[in-house]
């Protein structure tokens, strides 16, 4: 799934370490897209090395794909929406470049005067 907005709240960057004793981080971020009624995502990035290759700022406008899950704890069910790619909106329009014009379309096929075969039934 893909969301496409301005990113308006970085949060606090949070970490740990888990029960085989591998440190972990994520970083959630809030995004809000530019509808006539803007809607508001939380999404995190899961990993130091993603957080870091990501770099994603305040006031950037992004197209982030993300993956939903949830999960269950202490019988109350908790979503988790997960980003595992971001583009920048500004280098995803310079990379395609110019766009592509269609086709001029081509002459119209010119009838010779030697075809006296008539098809038309009326």
């Known amino acids: 799934m893909e969301f496409t907005g301005k990113i308006i709240a970085v949060l606090q960057q949070r970490g740990g370490v888990s029960k085989t004793g591998n440190e972990w981080k994520s970083q959630e971020y809030v995004i809000e897209d530019n509808g006539q009624y803007p809607r508001k995502m939380c999404f995190d ?5 993603k957080i870091e290759q990501f770099n994603i700022q305040e006031g950037e406008e992004l197209t982030v794909s993300f993956d939903i ?38 002459a119209a096929p010119e009838f010779l005067s030697g075809d006296t075969k008539d098809d038309l039934p009326f």
């Open 69 to 106: 899950d949830a999960r269950q704890w202490q019988d109350r069910w908790f979503n988790s929406i997960r980003a595992w790619k971001v583009e920048r909106v500004s280098a995803a329009a310079s990379a395609s470049g110019a766009p592509i014009p269609p086709p001029a379309p081509s």
């Open 45 to 49: 990035v899961f990993g130091a090395d």
